[in-house]
T-cell receptor, first 112, second 113 residues
């Protein structure tokens, strides 16, 4: 059974600081996704990582994938309050259907 | 091009009742996947419908069932509701059953009392 673990589960950081969220998964996967979710809202797609060594950046967020270590990271640079949200990684076991297995989420709180 | 829509936005049901949730896929998409997200947890895959057939199912009991219509919209039906069914239900549409581009709808918040 595929397991996806994120850490930390909760992160409180000051504006302007840098931090990294880690996502470990237990078996070989085809793709890895990062999503953002605001309270009571749906999922907003941030990144899709398709191959080993993939790195994607958007604004203050950068995601990377190491398929050999079964590890993805989401790095936050110079955090701002607007980044406060819950971040999920999800792993895809495609087969005949794309089925995402999500991590437990990391709740990020950026304080002034 | 319209995005993924879901209805209703919220609803409250009593334990033992039945509920139907609806999802309209993004224009041109032929695949709909359903997820359940309990409070404080990550979403869990329920099942996927591709060209009107169930095409993959997660670890959910048979009282969770679905349909996909010729226009590719979809329904999720839950019978004999239990308190633990209270959750945000999300649908995602894509073009093709294995596409990595999935677009999530706004969700339906179901409360079972």
């Amino acid at each position: 059974e595929l397991k996806v673990e994120q850490n930390p589960l909760f992160l409180s950081m000051q504006e302007g600081k840098n931090y990294t969220i880690y996502c470990n998964y237990s078996t070989t996967s085809d793709r890895l996704y990062w999503y953002r979710q605001d309270p009571g809202k749906s999922l907003e797609s941030l990144f899709v990582l398709l191959s080993n060594g993939a790195v994607k950046q958007e604004g203050r967020l950068m995601a990377s994938l190491d398929t050999k270590a079964r590890l993805s990271t989401l790095h936050i640079t110079a955090a701002v309050h607007d980044l406060s949200a819950t971040y999920f990684c999800a792993v895809d076991h495609t087969g005949t259907a794309s089925k995402l297995t999500f991590g437990t989420g990391t709740r990020l709180q950026v304080t002034l | 091009e319209t995005g993924v829509t879901q209805s209703p936005t919220h609803l409250i049901k009593t334990r033992g009742q039945q509920v139907t949730l609806r999802c309209s896929s993004q224009s041109g998409h032929n695949t709909v996947s359903w997820y359940q997200q309990a409070l404080g947890q990550g979403p869990q895959f329920i099942f996927q419908y591709y060209r009107e057939e169930e095409n993959g199912r997660g670890n959910f009991p048979p009282r969770f069932s679905g349909l996909q219509f010729p226009n590719y919209s979809s329904e999720l039906n839950v019978n004999a509701l239990e308190l633990d069914d209270s959750a945000l239900y999300l649908c995602a549409s894509s073009l093709g059953s294995t596409s990595y581009e999935q677009y999530f709808g706004p969700g339906t918040r179901l409360t079972v009392t």
